[in-house]
Nanobody, 124 residues
């Protein structure tokens, strides 16, 4: 199970940190990612991290967002800085197990588990 938290409303240039509590990762190989879906748009990948700490970002967030994890707490994070109105979306965490992240990490179909989402709103 995955549960996101930390969403909210900020002004342009502000910061937020999202959290995703995951249960059952244990010592398994996994790939965990953040996706987002803006109104009227398709869901898109934001960042991914695997159990070995290998990280990948979408070009749109490079340099502004940081994905990290606390394995002891089974928690995934997304630190979002220099937020822009274009970052307004529902943010979801997703996980797949037994397989590490690969070049297809942007494909929603590879993920077995999804959180319920948390709203991020950035006003100008």
């Amino acid at each position: 199970q995955l549960m996101e938290s930390g969403g909210g409303s900020v002004q342009t240039g502000g910061s937020l940190r999202l959290s995703c509590e995951a249960s059952g990762t244990g010592g398994r190989t996994y790939c965990m990612s953040w996706f987002r879906q803006a109104p009227g748009k398709e869901r898109e990948g934001v960042a991914a991290i695997n159990n070995q700490g290998t990280i990948t970002y979408a070009d749109s967030v490079k340099g502004r967002f940081t994905i990290s994890q606390d394995k002891a707490k089974d928690t995934l994070y997304l630190q979002m800085n220099t937020l822009e109105p274009e970052d307004t979306a529902i943010y979801y965490c997703a996980a797949r197990y037994l397989i590490a992240c690969a070049s297809n990490w942007l494909s929603q179909a590879i993920y077995a588990s999804w959180g319920q989402g948390t709203q991020v709103t950035v006003s100008s």
